[in-house]
């Protein structure tokens, strides 16, 4: 047994060492994937529950690896929080964002957002509120056209200095919500002193809306909980017409899903903006 514990720990020695390795690799390439022109922007569409119109799409970046194919971000955002690349990166996805969207209404699309995810380590970052300015007047974006997506533990932890900071970004006209709403901790009566536009039902409470009746109450009551702070209410990870009936029923005013379209790249986007009217 001794033995074979000794045969296991080193087992697991290497499988760990393999893991940091592979993290390692990943890292050093990340360094170069900016100047590379490696990683790509695709946009999901969000939908107006009541006209069915695309009012928005959020941007969702992923790493066109030189070998390893296409990356999705859950296998390197972290990596880029924790040695800080995440500010060009973040950087680089707000005005890429923005440009892929101006362009699109100089292409004659009706207007809509672009939701873009901020992680905690740009919003400590004394030069946001610059740097977006700045990239709004470099792409001649119209702010209104520009949605921030933050976390409530994002600002949960200062809430004073996410006040005065949340307060400067919308100023500038841009919109902000509440991303992944109900998985972290909020204090209902901080809330509402954010200048928040609307809340985003996290997809895990989607999922199982129309058979767990914990998740259609949670679901439910975060709607409530929007109408009553008189901000919107979006449901992301909508894949079925059960979920989408049982939000429309709720109030819930937007949604986000499988069942409209997966994210896309830009010109598959073009395409199915084109191909989709009012339903
Ligand atoms: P998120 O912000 O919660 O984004 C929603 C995720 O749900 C996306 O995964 C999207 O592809 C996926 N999704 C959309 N519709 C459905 C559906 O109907 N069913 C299911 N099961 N999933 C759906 P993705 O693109 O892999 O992004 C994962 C996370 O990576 C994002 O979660 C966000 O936290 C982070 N992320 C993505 N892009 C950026 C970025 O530019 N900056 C930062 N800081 N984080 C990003
Ligand atoms: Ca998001
Ligand atoms: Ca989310
Ligand atoms: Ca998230």
């Given at each position: 047994a ?18 940091l ?5 990943l890292?050093n390439d990340?360094?170069?994937a ?10 999901q569409?969000?939908i107006?529950?009541?006209?069915g ?7 969702l ?8 194919g ?6 390197f ?12 990166i973040?950087e ?12 699109l209404q100089?292409?004659?699309?009706k ?8 992680s905690?380590?740009q919003?400590?970052q ?6 977006v ?6 792409t001649?974006?119209?702010p209104?056209?520009?949605?921030l997506e ?8 200062n ?5 005065s ?15 992944d ?10 809330l ?12 895990s409470?989607?999922?199982?809306i129309?058979t767990d009746?914990?998740?259609?109450i949670?679901?439910r009551?975060?709607?409530a909980?929007a109408?009553?702070?008189?901000v ?6 909508v894949?079925?017409?059960e979920?989408?009936?049982?939000l ?16 896309l ?15």
């Amino acid at each position: 047994a001794k033995a074979n514990g000794r045969n296991n720990f080193q087992f697991y020695a290497k499988e760990m060492n393999a893991e940091l390795g592979e993290r390692l690799s990943l890292e050093n390439d990340l360094w170069h994937a900016l100047e590379r022109d490696e990683l790509i922007l695709h946009y999901q569409p969000q939908i107006n529950m009541f006209t069915g119109e695309v009012i928005g799409m959020e941007a969702l970046v992923r790493w066109q690896h030189p070998t390893r194919g296409l990356i999705p971000p859950i296998q390197f955002i972290s990596i880029a929080e924790d040695d800080g690349l995440i500010i060009p990166i973040g950087e680089w996805v707000l005005r890429k964002a923005c440009e892929d969207n101006q362009q699109l209404q100089l292409d004659g699309f009706k207007p809509i957002r672009v939701a873009v995810n901020l992680s905690a380590r740009q919003l400590v970052q004394k030069s946001l509120v610059r740097t977006v300015s700045q990239i709004l007047a470099q792409t001649r974006m119209q702010p209104q056209y520009l949605e921030l997506e933050i976390t409530e533990s994002m600002i949960m932890h200062n809430v004073e200095d996410s006040i005065s900071l949340l307060s400067k970004i919308n100023k500038l006209g841009v919109q902000l919500s509440l991303d992944d709403f109900g998985t972290g901790y909020s204090s209902l009566a901080y809330l509402k002193r954010f200048p928040i536009k609307r809340l985003k039902i996290d997809k895990s409470f989607i999922r199982d809306i129309a058979t767990d009746p914990n998740d259609a109450i949670i679901s439910r009551s975060i709607i409530a909980l929007a109408h009553a702070l008189q901000v919107e209410s979006i449901a992301e990870g909508v894949e079925t017409v059960e979920q989408f009936e049982f939000l429309k029923a709720n109030g819930c005013n937007e949604v986000q899903g499988y069942l409209f379209s997966k994210p896309l790249p830009i010109d598959a986007l073009r395409i199915f903006l084109a191909s989709n009217p009012v339903r």
